[in-house]
């Protein structure tokens, strides 16, 4: 089937991300030239080696946006770090729920818990692309840390710089309607970080993921 077919009527996001959540093969189009398989079995899973780079940076009581089916709330919580998932599909937060973790469904937007008294936000699994705005998303983030609080992130790879994309995501024989993404890689970050007031601890490559490390000062422009 065709991203643009015409003769296909779009479902909502939510439907169709709750399916993928649910074992369904799926493919998201729009972050390349072909459609990319959504790894959602991987999501799945317990967290692993490659997770534990990002975990062990995560310090106080930890906000994990954009947590979808859990694994890495779930793993900060056998640690006995007081976490928080936060994601707006439904059947994400269930899933985390039942891994015994604690998650909410909100929009990050929109009120969280806690404002301003995060320790550290994560953006695992190339979650700096809710939105569709890297840089709106950065300020948002930064709202909710405490002062020397961090936002612990993957980037895309060298080279994608800081984009915005249309995605569209397809399971079986429906598409979704249209969403907005971000893509945000190494080089760009010192500008999108000191536009929203944050300070760039680290970047670094482990194995196959780009991972960021950044630091809320005190004072925001």
Known sequence: MSPCSETTAHR??????????QGEPSVVHGLGE???????????????????????????????????????????????ACV??????????????????SAIQRDVFLGV????????????????????DPVRLLCRVADLLAVGGRVVLD?????????????????????????AWGVLAPEALPHVAAVAGLEVMEVRCEGSRWIALLQRGGLRP
């Not at 790879?157 to 979704?176: F, I, Q, T």
Request: hydrophobic fraction near 40%; charge should be negative.
């Open 12 to 21: 909502p996001v939510a439907e169709l991300f709750a399916a993928t959540l």
């Open 34 to 80: 072909q459609g990319s398989v959504v790894p959602v079995s991987r999501w799945a899973e317990d967290a692993d080696a490659s997770d534990e780079a990002l975990l062990s940076q995560c310090v106080g009581p930890t906000l994990d946006v954009g947590c979808g089916p859990g694994r890495m709330t779930q793993a900060l919580a056998l640690r006995g």
């Open 84 to 101: 928080l998932g936060l994601d707006l599909m439904r059947e994400a937060v269930a899933q985390t729920r039942a891994r015994g973790a």
């Open 113 to 132: 818990p806690g404002e301003g008294r995060w320790g550290s936000v994560l953006l695992a699994d190339g979650n700096i692309g809710i939105g569709g």
């Open 155 to 179: 980037l895309a790879p060298p080279g994608h710089g800081l984009d915005r994309r249309v995605l569209r995501l397809e399971v079986g024989d429906r598409l979704s309607e249209p969403f």
